[in-house]
């Protein structure tokens, strides 16, 4: 799979329809997954997005100190990878080797792209200030990456206790919303 | 089409998966509706409820002022009257008017319900300090409608410029996530 720069301008047409990531962060342990539905587009461009990463997570520790990560958009054929990623600790297992997904370098962050995704975004914390009271972080995207053949991406989406809504068909409206 | 209460703790379950949602407010210029995507859940109970709302946008101000607003779920056959309430203002329109959405009155929050759509959240303002900056409201969830017979409800989620995907099927997987 080749992937394309994809303009940062267009960055919330990936994340505004609420599909689950997996966040990529590369702490003094090695890189980690985590799997995340809680995050919101904040500003089109430069792109800012909110997300909460609980203190619980191993991957909290690598995002504040290292003020780094990549959210990776996975779709419907990765989704036994996903809750696999997410019934797992970093703390314990190389979640690359144990659900074979591949690092591949990011351009202008240290955590790794995963390459079965197919979007990539490589984003920096730019606001901690609600992270004690709501462990929300507002990341700023730097840079984003995506498989141009996938026109309709079959993303997941929770609806909890492990019920995930697969992306279905995109109908066009007459919406004059950007 | 009746509703039942949703216990709180379950509200995640339907902000989670990114659907548009259209916020009703209640100002001094009446009860008014816009649609909104840029929304994440910040916590399951109490659920906390992090949005975006623009001050550019007519609702801003009615929010700013009375601190509620109600969070309201539409379903695919609602399409139109969603991108109907997007692409005007309640500066100069009455929306429930305007497309034919009946407004209900809420259990322990002046905005009204949108009767039409499948699940209502009525909520408070808890947080402001991220508004100044970033137009970013942090909502506490009150009390939860939920129309019982909507098992696997169409939601709408926006792709950006008036693509919308349509949510396909649940698939369950053996996620250990709440």
Redesign the interface.
């Given at each position: 799979m080749r992937k394309r720069a994809l303009p940062l301008s267009?960055v919330?047409?990936l994340l505004?329809?609420?599909?689950v990531v997996l966040v990529t962060t590369a702490g003094s342990g090695g890189p980690n997954i985590m799997?995340m539905?809680?995050?919101?587009?904040?500003?089109f461009e430069p792109p800012?997005v909110?997300?909460?990463i609980s203190a619980k997570n191993h991957s909290f520790g690598a995002l504040e100190a290292t003020g780094e990560c990549v959210l990776n958009i996975p779709t419907r054929e990765l989704?036994?990878k996903?809750?696999g990623c997410?019934?797992t600790s970093g703390r314990r297992v190389d979640k690359f080797a144990a659900f074979g997904l591949t690092p591949a370098p990011a351009s202008v962050v240290g955590p790794p792209l995963i390459a079965e995704c197919y979007a990539n975004l490589e984003c920096k914390v730019v606001?901690t200030?609600?992270v004690p009271?709501?462990n929300?972080f507002?990341l700023q995207v730097l840079k984003a990456w995506i498989d141009p053949t996938k026109k309709?991406p079959?993303?997941l989406?929770?609806?909890?206790?492990?019920?995930?809504?697969?992306?279905?068909?995109?109908?066009?409206?007459?919406?004059?919303?950007?």
């Open positions: 267009k919330y047409r505004e329809p609420g599909p799997a539905s809680w995050h919101t587009m904040m500003e800012l909110g997300c909460v989704a036994l996903v809750v997410g019934n606001d200030r609600m009271d709501h929300f507002v309709e079959r993303t989406h929770h609806r909890g206790r492990g019920a995930f809504m697969v992306a279905g068909r995109t109908i066009q409206l007459p919406s004059k919303a950007k």
